[in-house]
């Protein structure tokens, strides 16, 4: 059981953000950019699960799991982008305390389900370069949705066992979170309660729900890479990395930030530095995923140009 620091017994209700730092000069500027970035991001991955619905040669393994990705951007998304919104344009930068977990659980939910879902696209591409004459039977529908149904299952539980616990903490003291979303280490920081165990069973939870599937993710394109090299033919060699190229552009993003992020030691001079590689994995990430997808991706391509000429000929 936590321990609780009964010291001080001013309990926090709000927390405040101290957001990017940006003078207030340029808080137009910064409200009018990420508002682009969230319509962006919301639009380009709704039009790719439109794309994914609608078109019968996107019914497969990989483009069902490319749908589940978008749902999730869209959540990381419409987790974080609109407080910071109404952050820059109402200059109200506080969060209640029951609001900040119910932020993080979403967001940290949102990271354990990608991980989960990078790692079965990966293991998807695997079995569809290095094992072709068994994917059929390995990667079939039921396979799939048991897949899916683990990576959300899993992301959603392993971050109720840790909102279960920051919850049982006692904040006092400052209120102000060096941050523009309510994340792990801030909370953490704020909080006058041992620890211990809660960092502990982190890291067992980060070691089983995050860990474990980098490494699937990892040593799936390792075996891809080392496949890709055996192809003789250089036509061959560029059709079968074309096939996965979209998405290890997009494990690469996530993960090279992601683990800059927490990696990096939380001090003062390093702190802007944490925020701006925490941009990448929150909100670029999520924006570029439909870029990468439609522009480097000819299924998604084409079946966007077929959409879009369908649409024409009806209006």
Not at 74 to 82: D, E, R
Request: proline content about 4%.
């Amino acid at each position: 059981m936590l321990y609780i620091d009964k010291r001080n017994e001013t309990s926090t209700t709000k927390f405040l953000f101290l957001g990017l730092g940006n003078p207030v000069e340029l808080q137009p500027f910064f409200f009018l950019l990420f508002l682009v970035i969230y319509l962006v991001t919301s639009i380009g991955n709704i039009i790719i699960i439109i794309l994914v619905a609608a078109n019968q040669h996107l019914h497969i393994p990989m483009y069902f799991f490319l749908g589940n990705l978008s749902c999730v951007e869209i959540c990381y998304s419409s987790t974080i982008l609109p407080k910071m919104l109404s952050d820059v344009f109402g200059g109200d930068r506080t969060i209640t305390v029951r609001n900040c977990l119910i932020q993080y659980y979403f967001f940290g939910s949102c990271v354990g389900v990608e991980t989960f879902l990078l790692a079965a696209m990966s293991y998807d591409r695997y079995l569809a370069i290095c094992r072709p004459l068994f994917y059929t039977s390995l990667m079939n529908k039921e396979v799939c949705l048991q897949l899916i149904a683990v990576a959300w299952i899993n992301g959603f539980m392993a971050n109720s066992i840790i909102v279960f616990l920051i919850a049982q903490f006692s904040f006092c003291g400052s209120n102000v979170i060096d941050h523009y979303f309510c994340d792990l280490s801030p909370l953490k920081k704020l909080s006058c309660s041992d620890p211990s165990l809660f960092e502990l069973i982190v890291l067992l939870l980060s070691f089983i729900f995050t860990v474990a599937p980098f490494f699937l993710t990892f040593s799936s394109y390792i075996c891809i890479i080392f496949s890709i090299i055996k192809i003789q033919s250089i036509i061959g060699r560029q059709k079968a990395f074309s096939t996965c190229s979209s998405h290890l552009m997009v494990v690469c993003l996530f993960y090279s930030t992601l683990i800059i992020v927490y990696i990096l030691p939380d001090t003062p001079t390093l702190r802007h530095l944490n925020k701006f590689f925490s941009i990448f994995y929150t909100i670029l990430t999520p924006l570029a995923n439909p870029l990468i997808y439609t522009l480097r991706n000819k299924e998604v391509h084409q079946a966007l140009r077929r959409t879009v000429d369908k649409l024409r000929t009806i209006f």
